[in-house]
């Protein structure tokens, strides 16, 4: 009995001999071919998952011209988004979400009519709701795009107004 060298492929232009052990304790060299199959694939597993998982994780955020891709946050925004609110008094509070710093906003006792204005991409969930100080007062809120109603409502209790842009 004894064993015979194995020749490990490590990767282009890298191999490693080694004296197979488990040939040494077998007679079946069939058995020991096998095993020295399955050792070169496991050794070359590490490049596979590299190569498979690490990579194309590199090119996010690329693009054929260059510049920024439409996924990059850094792109400039798609959409002038304005929030209204309208009524009588004040609202107590009128709540929005800022897309460009990613953060709910609340403007608590603000003189209604209101507004605000803020930039967003496609894709982007907008959103705000009016509650009136007095419930005997009716509000209201709007939400244009670009120019563009993209939602609206009114109530006695709660205005809320939603969209995800580019959906519709």
């Not at 020991?32 to 090119?59: D, F, H, K, S, Y």
Request: with cysteine; charged share 20%; aromatic share 4%.
């Amino acid at each position: 009995m004894g064993g015979h060298d194995s020749v490990i492929v490590l990767g282009p232009g890298l191999t490693s001999r080694a004296l197979c052990s488990f040939c040494v304790l077998s007679t079946s060299r069939l058995a020991c071919a096998i095993r020295a199959n399955i050792m070169e694939t496991l050794m070359r597993l590490p490049i596979l998952i590299c190569c498979l998982v690490i990579a194309p994780g590199l090119t996010v955020g690329c693009s054929r011209s260059g510049g920024p891709s439409s996924g990059d946050s850094s792109a400039s925004p798609a959409y002038a988004i304005v929030y209204e609110a309208t009524g009588q008094g004040t609202a107590e509070p009128v709540t929005y979400f800022d897309p460009t710093v990613n953060k709910e906003s609340k403007e608590d006792g603000a003189a209604l009519p209101w507004k605000k204005e803020v930039k967003a991409k496609s894709g982007d969930y907008i959103t705000m709701s009016v509650i009136p100080k007095s419930s005997a007062y009716k509000v209201a809120c709007r939400i244009t795009a670009n120019g563009r109603e993209v939602a609206s409502d009114s109530s006695d209790t709660i205005a809320m107004c939603n969209t995800t842009l580019g959906s519709k």
